[in-house]
């Protein structure tokens, strides 16, 4: 099915630990996104991608670790987790500008 | 530093009435204002959008208002149905620098039957 898909949609894991959040998308978008969604703070943007191979930090970039080899996918990589990296994170991609902006579902990511 | 202002933080609606959420941006090269609506365990789906050269858009119950001097913009849901209940996030972009947009920390609308 086209869309963006997240993985996994759960995890727990330890501090120190490295984990790595998935993001897939079936559009052949150019740009993609990732966000932390926490309370009272919105959606704040981690990095973001403007094509294959070109990443840029976003507001929250520390800690956080992104690749864009290919133009559909988008890992976001946390090399040693911190109880403050616990979050809702989600992916988003867009075709370009003047156009909408997709969602995917998220990753609940607790950190202990 | 938080460019884009949200409130309220949460709002309360009896079915049928108007649910208003308003936010204020500081950056005036801002030319693009969507409202995403996220149900829970979900991701933000895009509402509607404005751009500047146009001080309201409607689409169905929902209305967003834009006042350019004031820095201001805002949602309007119509005849709010229990099914609106969702937060909901305005946001705000300079297209031509890279679509990033800047989101306000959102609204939890209820809307009871």
């Known amino acids: 099915d086209a869309g963006i898909t997240q993985s996994p949609r759960y995890k727990i894991t330890e501090t120190g630990r490295q984990v790595t959040l998935m993001c897939h998308q079936t559009?052949?978008?150019?740009?993609m996104f990732w966000y932390r969604q926490d309370l009272g703070h919105g959606l704040r943007l981690i990095y973001y991608?403007?094509?294959?191979?070109?990443?840029d930090k976003g507001e929250v970039p520390d800690g956080y670790v992104v690749s864009r080899s290919k133009t559909e996918n988008f890992p976001l990589t946390l090399e040693s987790a911190t109880r403050s990296q616990t979050s809702v994170y989600f992916c988003?991609?867009?075709?370009?500008?003047?156009?909408?902006?997709?969602f995917g579902d998220g990753t609940r990511l607790s950190i202990l | 530093q938080q460019q884009v202002k949200q409130s309220p933080q949460s709002l309360i609606v009896q079915k049928g009435g108007i649910s208003i959420i308003n936010c204020a941006y500081e950056?005036?090269?801002?030319?693009?204002f969507p409202w995403y609506q996220q149900f829970p365990g979900k991701g933000p789906a895009l509402l509607i959008a404005?751009?500047?050269?146009?001080s309201e858009k409607k689409e169905g119950r929902f209305t967003i208002s834009f006042n350019k001097s004031a820095k201001q913009f805002s949602l309007h849901i119509m005849d709010s149905q229990p099914g609106d209940s969702a937060t909901y996030f305005c946001a705000a972009s300079k297209e031509t620098s890279g679509s990033r947009l800047t989101f306000g920390e959102g609204t939890q609308l209820t809307v009871n039957p």
């Open positions: 404005i751009r500047p050269d146009v």
């Open positions: 988003a991609s867009r075709a370009g500008t003047n156009q909408p902006q997709h």
């Open positions: 991608s403007a094509a294959a191979d070109i990443t």
């Open positions: 950056n005036t090269a801002f030319d693009y």
């Open positions: 559009w052949s978008h150019s740009y």
